[in-house]
């Protein structure tokens, strides 16, 4: 019998957009060998074979080669059709809602935070239930792990390492909520990358051809850190300048620095410290025109005007506040310390230096 299917030749390589390319499917047949190449026009749609597709099945590759510049070959498409040919559909789900890639593909890139759960889905179909051969009854799945640079966040040259692998039959399988299981020192300092392989094992003359493979990118817990400033610390004049260090800030957030009077309390709004503010992502940069960065940030503010949002003596609680993806973006506290305020010290000194040195005080 004849058989249609629908190839795409288009958005493979911007070299082939908008040119007349030579394209043609090569058509393999499972069982003998065979094999039958068609001319292919257009930018993709339906392809009605030419050769009956047995009971074993065929390959179907689209190639296209390029124009002018461009003489390479490209394998843009390929699909197994006949009795046996698994279908996997796959899913990633996050706080974070950023993707990269296709999500309703078999290869696109999700993000989470090291120390929040995610959820891993695939359903898998067209296997053959009641077959003793693993290559028809099973997929294959692999999840593999790799550490990042800890100074750039890459993953150039950083060595991949299995953390879990099973057979899946026919069937709809949820996995989470997980967390992370790269080999960071502590499940917060995360910082990498976990993959999910999903494989057609080796048949009918096709090697194992992996059919999906999403990844989630897994960043560390942010934090912050203040010089110059000590717990309990009692300020009698004007309060020195400080360093704040931020640290692993998540691509997706707004993080500042806070004051307010009193003791610390978490959930508290204080006042903004001009300048410390960081914004991050198009979420609190809805007007940018650049690209986003997409990868934690750690910088350094100084703050030089503290006094100023101190004007009174009293207790006082300094604090670093970020807002991301997470928990509803509701504020989360990075940092803070409680420090005193107390000028009056300074000028009861005095009045009592003068006091004493005066002649014929009783």
Not at 7 to 28: D, K
Not at 44 to 67: D, H, I, N, Q
Not at 150 to 176: C, D, H, K, R, V
Not at 305 to 329: C, K, M, Q, W
Request: charged residues 15%; glycine residues 8%.
């Amino acid at each position: 019998m004849k058989l249609k299917i629908l190839l795409c030749l288009g958005c493979f390589s911007t070299a082939l957009l908008g040119q007349t390319s030579e394209a043609w499917v090569r058509q393999t047949d499972l069982t003998t060998g065979q094999i039958y190449d068609t001319p292919f026009t257009g930018s993709g749609g339906t392809y009605t074979a030419p050769m009956k597709v047995g009971t074993s099945g065929s390959l179907f590759e689209l190639f296209a080669r390029g124009t002018a510049w461009d003489s390479n070959i490209y394998l843009l498409d390929t699909k197994i059709i006949g009795t046996y040919n698994p279908q996997v559909t796959v899913s990633i789900t996050s706080e974070d809602d950023y993707v990269r890639g296709d999500p309703a593909g078999s290869r696109f890139v999700k993000r989470t935070r090291a120390d929040r759960p995610f959820t891993f889905n695939i359903q898998v179909q067209g296997l053959v239930a009641d077959s003793t051969d693993i290559s028809e009854h099973d997929v294959y799945l692999g999840v593999q792990g790799k550490n990042y640079d800890p100074a750039n966040y890459s993953s150039l040259n950083q060595t991949q390492y299995l953390i879990e692998e099973s057979n899946l039959e026919n069937g709809s399988y949820t996995f989470g909520p997980l967390y992370h299981q790269l080999t960071s020192p502590t499940l917060s300092s995360g910082n990498g990358e976990q993959t999910f392989t999903v494989v057609r094992y080796a048949s009918y003359q096709v090697p194992d051809t992996i059919i999906a493979q999403p990844k989630i990118e897994i960043w560390p817990v942010a934090s912050a850190s203040v010089s110059n400033i000590t717990p309990g610390q009692v300020f009698i004049d004007r309060i020195p300048s400080l360093v704040v260090t931020f640290t692993h800030l998540y691509p997706d957030s707004r993080t500042y620095v806070q004051i307010y009077k009193g003791n610390q309390a978490l959930g508290t709004v204080g006042k903004m410290v001009n300048g410390t503010e960081l914004r991050f992502g198009g979420y609190y940069n809805p007007d940018q025109t650049d690209s986003s960065t997409n990868v934690p940030q750690s910088l350094t503010v100084s703050v030089d005007d503290l006094s100023n949002y101190a004007s009174e003596d009293g207790i006082y609680t300094l604090e670093v506040v970020t807002h991301t993806p997470f928990f509803g973006r509701t504020a989360e506290r990075l940092y803070h310390v409680t420090f005193e305020v107390d000028r009056v010290i300074t000028s009861r000194g005095q009045i009592s230096t003068t006091e004493l040195s005066s002649p014929g005080t009783p």
